[in-house]
């Protein structure tokens, strides 16, 4: 009886290790893969001498960046964009899937990652074009995906990033950060709470405003900034983890060209 028991503790130690071996070999897998996708960008050669230059008017002036996305949404369509934020992890393609569970769960392209990609609101149109990009990415303990958001809550960090790159194949824009706040998904039952997570295109002026009033209102400090209606926003969100289902997020506009 003694050696079957031992016998069976020494399978189970053995299958342990060896689960513990290959969570950890996936680990650093998948690590290495979501750091490179950061590089993605950089390994595209464009020829710079074909990009319209400001004396022809008539062509439409794309940036090497944007011909360089372009290129990338060869490999998959679903990428819409590029996200840049200095001195931070993020710098990473954009997606957008016919659902919000997809790229939770795989990365640009479509094989399984623990860490996602960084993706777009389903809901968000872009012809005609919505009010909010509502775009979400997963806090990494490792420091890879939108982990750095959190450092938007210390306001000298804020003070030095107040705005950030984010590039389609039309548009290479900036945008300014208007408020850091917390939030969480609330219950049904729970009123007068600020579901951020359900603005994506304003109906009318009022309930433009009502979001960046309450975004305001949420801040963790006083940015200086606001929005207008007729703005282009764009919200960043990702799991805080201080209490049960809580957010971190950066609710943003366009910063038009002087």
């Known amino acids: 009886m003694d050696k079957i028991l031992r016998r069976t503790f020494y399978i189970l130690l053995y299958i342990a290790i060896f689960l513990s071996f290959s969570y950890i070999v996936m680990y650093y897998i998948n690590m290495k893969n979501t750091k490179a996708q950061s590089n993605l960008l950089n ?9 319209p230059q400001d004396d022809e008017p008539t062509k439409p002036i794309k940036t090497e960046r944007m ?9 998959n ?4 964009g590029w996200i840049e934020i200095s001195d931070t992890n993020i ?8 659902d919000n569970d997809f790229y939770m769960t795989h990365n640009y392209e479509k094989k399984y990652a623990s860490s996602g990609s960084i993706f777009l609101d ?6 005609p074009q ?3 990009l509502l775009i979400y990415g997963h806090n990494m303990k490792n420091g890879t995906m939108f982990k750095d958001l959190l450092k938007y809550k210390d306001k000298n960090f804020f003070d030095s990033h107040p705005s950030f790159r984010f590039t389609t194949v039309n548009e290479d824009m900036n945008f300014e950060i208007i408020s850091v706040f917390q939030s969480k998904v609330y219950y049904k039952h729970e009123q007068n709470v600020f579901r951020y997570y359900y603005f994506i295109n304003a109906k009318n002026e009022d309930e433009f405003n009502s979001f960046v009033t309450n975004a305001k209102n949420a801040s963790l400090y006083d940015t200086t900034k606001t929005a207008n209606y007729g703005d282009l926003l764009m919200t960043l969100s990702t799991c805080a983890y201080h209490t049960e289902d809580r957010k971190i997020c950066c609710s943003c506009k366009e910063k038009i060209k002087n």
């Open 43 to 51: 390994e595209i050669h464009i020829d710079t001498t074909s990009i």
């Open 67 to 75: 011909l360089k996305l372009e290129e990338l949404q060869k490999e």
């Open 77 to 80: 369509s679903d990428i819409i």
């Open 91 to 98: 710098n990473y393609p954009v997606l957008q899937g016919t």
């Open 122 to 127: 389903k809901d968000y149109s872009w012809e």
């Open 130 to 132: 919505s009010t909010n």
